[in-house]
């Protein structure tokens, strides 16, 4: 059983965006596990940590039953594909549909990011203490960045961080490329005021022109971004929230 909600059906130009909470109810984990493929139910067993075997349960089990409300699939049935540097997608077009998807998790808080056509990324991550946040951005940030990151200190240092960090990973990710050596290859510029702006990817500016990169609040504590390609006609965020038999 999963929820039954009346959901709008995903138009072009629309980006849809899921907020999920990762529970310690284990009766959750239970009703999500069986729908997992066999490759899936074989990764989950291999976790030491029990909190860790559920995130993972519980995150692809939540894609899985978001994904199958648009495509009419059941989701059991529903079958993934990688590309080389493990980006999923769906197998072919379930009802004719090019179902794009992305997802994020940080600690208890998942996202997932669902669009038809267009590549999408999205990332999500707990904002935190990060005493290293200088010397990360120094190694995978450009310069102009890691110099920004550089003069500020407290608050201001940890927030700019964490902006630049998910605004960058959802472009990786939209891009369906490797995280840590693509990173400093885009560049953006931080407005006090206006906040992220993309400028450039490996010095090409066109990038700033064809792609939409949005800050997101998706929970207290967190902060997270979604990066797409131009038109983006309207962004929705939606909560998802299991529904466990008795």
Request: aromatic share 8%.
């Amino acid at each position: 059983m999963h929820p039954v909600v009346a959901r709008p059906a995903l138009s072009t130009g629309e980006i849809h965006i899921w907020t999920a909470s990762i529970t310690d109810d284990d009766n959750v984990t239970a009703n999500l596990f069986p729908i997992l493929s066999q490759d899936e139910r074989a990764t989950a067993t291999q976790f030491a940590f029990d909190r860790d075997r559920t995130r993972y349960i519980q995150a692809h089990g939540i894609v899985r039953r978001i994904l199958a409300d648009y495509s009419g699939i059941d989701a059991a049935a529903l079958t993934f594909t990688h590309n080389h540097h493990g980006k999923p997608h769906l197998a072919g077009k379930p009802n004719g549909q090019n179902l794009q998807f992305s997802i994020s998790h940080s600690d208890s808080c998942c996202l997932i990011a669902v669009r038809l056509d267009q590549p999408i990324g999205v990332d999500i991550e707990k904002v935190r203490d990060r005493p290293q946040a200088a010397e990360i951005a120094q190694r995978y940030f450009t310069a102009d960045e890691a110099r920004l990151i550089r003069s500020l200190k407290g608050e201001l240092q940890r927030n700019a961080y964490f902006d630049l960090w998910t605004h960058k990973e959802a472009v990786v990710k939209a891009l369906g490329i490797g995280l840590a050596g693509n990173l400093h290859r885009i560049a953006f510029d931080l407005n006090p005021i206006q906040g992220l702006r993309l400028v450039a990817w490996d010095s090409d500016p066109s990038i700033g022109r064809t792609w939409s990169i949005f800050r997101l609040d998706p929970a207290p504590g967190y902060v997270g971004a979604v990066a797409s390609v131009h038109p983006v006609r309207s962004l929705t965020l939606k909560s998802w929230n299991p529904t466990v038999p008795d």
